[in-house]
């Protein structure tokens, strides 16, 4: 288990369960800032999708092309259909139709390298070369197969937030075309806070085909576990005033849990028991490659221009801003930082959490910017 997570993997169980008695549910997405532990969610909900028999394609997202993208599902649904026997076995006419589905999708998307599960390729459907036509089609073709398995199909997007407006709809109108058919076909995706709004720009029906859940950092009780017992299993104790002082500087973010877990476990004199000096120096060295790793590759992606409002943001700590406030303070127009704006939510510096706002996707980057200007 998860520590923190377990409603949330209780509710994936729950529409698992749910498909498997062919009852339909919502597609989930799960939104947060970055080093709240989505990413490892998600690995852990395709886990438990696999061992139910599930169809699974995992793929993230990063300022990919439409074409990439499409190429990304049709390698992880390849794999999974190649690893359903049953269906290579060509026995049944759903599985047929989905394998020939799929390798029409293959061709269309990678004619170079396409895997056609020796069959012709029947022109009409997922072929268009128009992924808001082809996914849904695929979408379709592949749970009808899978349901007369009695699974189901579930397609997981990590960095949703990356897609651009052609490719969520895409994967909005394969949603919506299996929820109309009450076909088992769903996408469990995860980005930035702002990823409601972006769906909701890409289909207006949006809010109805997703359950939204938001993970935050996690609770005293869950982090004080995502802690202590990782070092329990391993043999060591962390003492009551290591733990808290560790706890306290992660501010619950699992990222930075883990990371001031290990360095501290490092830093330890002796490995059986960690002291709160060990704490002290770990958590040190842990900052200090939070910031090569973490803040560092940001900063360093951002323009002189783009580094100034950055610094004009961090004045407000984790935020948000008010954009007003920020232009103020560069003594220009909003206007005039709209092009710098946008470049930092492109590069996934910064994200508008609403109209008016923006601040940082990474938690503790404000205090890294004025740490710089501190040190300027």
């Known amino acids: 288990m998860l520590s923190g997570r377990d409603r949330d993997l209780a509710q994936f169980e729950i529409l698992v369960d749910r498909a498997q008695r062919g009852l339909t549910s919502r597609s989930i997405v799960f939104t947060g800032l970055r080093g709240v532990g989505k990413t490892v969610l998600l690995n852990e909900l395709a886990a438990t999708a696999r061992a139910r028999g599930w169809i699974v394609a995992q793929v993230e997202v990063e300022h990919t092309s439409v074409d990439e993208f499409a190429r990304s599902i049709s390698r992880q649904f390849t794999q999974a259909a190649r690893r359903r026997r049953g269906w290579l076995d060509k026995t049944k006419s759903h599985a047929i139709d989905a394998l020939r589905t799929l390798a029409a999708f293959n061709v269309t998307v990678q004619p170079d390298g396409a895997f056609t599960f020796g069959l012709n390729v029947e022109p009409g459907r997922a072929d268009s070369g128009a992924l808001q036509g082809d996914l849904p089609d695929l ?32 994967v909005c109108r394969a949603c919506h075309r299996a929820g109309q058919q009450q076909l088992p076909f769903y996408v469990v995706g995860a980005g930035l806070p702002n990823l409601a709004a972006a769906l909701a720009d890409a289909e207006s029906y949006a809010e109805r085909l997703f359950e939204y859940r938001e993970i935050d950092r996690l609770s005293d009780p869950a982090a004080r576990e995502a802690l202590v017992t990782p070092a329990a299993q391993a043999g060591a104790t962390i003492d009551g005033d290591a733990a808290t002082f560790i706890l306290d500087e992660s501010r619950g973010y699992p990222y930075f849990i883990q990371q001031f877990g290990k360095s501290t476990w490092d830093a330890a004199v002796n490995d059986d028991t960690i002291t709160f000096d060990d704490a002290v120096l770990g958590v040190a060295e842990g900052q200090a490659l939070l910031d090569v790793g973490l803040y560092r590759s940001r900063w360093e992606r951002a323009t002189p221009t783009e580094r100034a409002m950055l610094g004009a943001i961090a004045v407000d700590g984790e935020g948000p801003a008010a954009i007003g406030e920020v232009a103020s303070r560069l003594g220009k127009s909003t206007t005039a930082i709209s092009p710098a704006r946008a470049q930092l939510i492109s590069k996934g510096i910064i994200y508008a959490p609403e109209r008016g706002q923006i601040a940082f996707t990474v938690p503790g980057m404000a205090d890294y910017v004025r740490r710089l200007d501190n040190d300027a």
């Open 139 to 170: 979408a379709e073709a592949l749970a009808e197969a899978a349901n007369e398995d009695g699974v189901g199909v579930v397609l997981f997007i990590d960095e949703m937030q990356e897609l651009d407006e052609i490719q969520m709809s895409a």
